[in-house]
């Protein structure tokens, strides 16, 4: 079990959620973004006071949400409660990943931290090498690490150093596989506490693309989903062969032109990629060379943004599914969009776009359609606010929402039942 006063880390400062409307709903969420799988509510101060900002207060999950952050709230500081009234929980349920990153402003770095024997701890930067910091990218579902962090670079964490003399070889799945001293044997203070910063990406965390800003889904900002987290291309250095990569990534033939500046709009978003350079034949822009996720130039404000206009037909293909359900003709309506399966928003769903679905998968009509679907899935939501006229042979050909533009959480995903 893991217990405690809920803190949160942001503008680069911790701070407390006051417990105004504090419940499970909030509590599940905090426990699922620790790793484990449930959590209780605890609006007492029995874990003590915190001290400084107050960040969050009427917070209000659905509870289908994977991170805090995510959930409805007052906004950032927008509190006037006293800390007697901090939020906490009481988390319990396996651990589903034994280590994180911890302080980081982006998912990919942060404090290296090792859950044992039912406790957060953290690692002793004593001879840490780029082979520790690769196996635990690794384990995380990055590719490899760029930098190591020693000295707690990432603020000193407390309680137990459980690891310190770390000697992995870089072939480790795990970083309790590597040979160190054993569970705490450290002769460290948290003034050693060790970072790392993690580059690339993997199944686990994917890398999509999208376009926004402009109503014809073939031209527009360019975004990048990394991290669970949607954010910006910074135009330093943007040019066609970046534009080209962009387009064949998204199923297009190639770029008619770039954008940028603010052509299609300010985005204050993370900027998740700047200095952008594809050379080559590249298919996806992750491939490219460019500074590192979350690195940027400091003039990459809002304001500078990479933008794309894409010319000829989608290429891709859309696969539908229906899944979740006790028989094949019912469930949750899933489909596949850049090799990845994802849900639909039942906003707007009805008999007419159901018909559609039930026709692509096989079947000859809908019986039914249904909101709110449960289970819920998982991952991307691609469709939202889905009209279609009855007249299309495929979901994807329905008038809605450009693909991965949406307000929904999984608690709105769209089911079917056919015959």
Request: with cysteine.
């Amino acid at each position: 079990m893991g217990e405690g006063r809920v803190e949160v880390f942001y503008g680069g400062v911790w701070g407390t959620i006051c417990n105004g409307g504090w419940d499970t709903q909030d509590a599940n969420v905090v426990c699922r973004q620790l790793g484990f799988s449930r959590g209780h509510a605890v609006t007492t101060t029995q874990f003590g006071e915190g001290v400084g900002v107050t960040w969050m207060n009427n917070v209000g999950c659905r509870g289908s949400e994977s991170r805090i952050q995510d959930c409805t709230f007052s906004g950032w500081g927008a509190s006037e409660c006293h800390h007697s009234r901090d939020a906490g929980v009481m988390c319990s349920g396996a651990v589903s990943k034994p280590i994180r990153l911890v302080g980081g402003v982006t998912p990919n770095q942060g404090r290296v931290e090792v859950y044992y024997s039912n406790v957060w701890g953290t690692v002793c930067d004593d001879g840490w090498t780029r082979e520790d910091a690769d196996v635990v990218c690794k384990q995380l579902g990055y590719v490899r690490s760029a930098n190591v962090k020693p000295r707690a670079h990432y603020g000193q964490g407390s309680g137990h150093i459980w690891m310190s003399n770390v000697r992995c070889s870089g072939s480790e799945s795990h970083l309790h596989d590597c040979p160190f001293d054993g569970w705490g044997q450290a002769s460290c203070r948290h003034t050693e506490d060790v970072g790392i910063f993690c580059e690339g990406y993997s199944e686990e965390n994917p890398v999509v693309l999208r376009l926004t800003g402009n109503s014809n889904k073939n031209q527009g900002r360019v975004q990048v989903y990394f991290g669970n987290t949607w954010g910006s291309v910074c135009d330093s250095n943007w040019d066609i062969h970046d534009g080209h990569t962009v387009c064949r990534q998204l199923g297009y033939d190639k770029a008619l032109s770039i954008r940028t500046g603010t052509h299609y709009g300010s985005d204050s978003s993370t900027v998740w990629m700047d200095n952008v350079q594809c050379t080559g034949f590249k298919r996806r822009l992750q491939d490219c060379n460019f500074s590192g996720w979350g690195v940027k130039a400091s003039h990459c404000t809002s304001s500078r943004k990479a933008g794309v206009y894409c010319s000829g037909s989608i290429s891709e293909t859309f696969d539908v599914r229906i899944t979740g359900g006790r028989t094949n003709n019912t469930g949750r309506v899933e489909i596949r969009h850049q090799g990845m399966w994802g849900t639909v928003c039942d906003d707007a769903w009805d008999i007419v776009d159901a018909g559609v679905v039930c026709h692509q998968v096989g079947f000859t009509n809908a019986t039914a359609f249904h909101h709110s679907y449960r289970p819920a899935g998982t991952g991307h939501i691609w469709m939202d606010e889905v009209r279609c006229t009855g007249l299309e042979s495929k979901l994807q050909d329905c008038p809605g929402s450009p693909f991965g533009n949406h307000n929904c959480s999984h608690g709105e995903d769209a089911g079917v039942t056919c015959e």
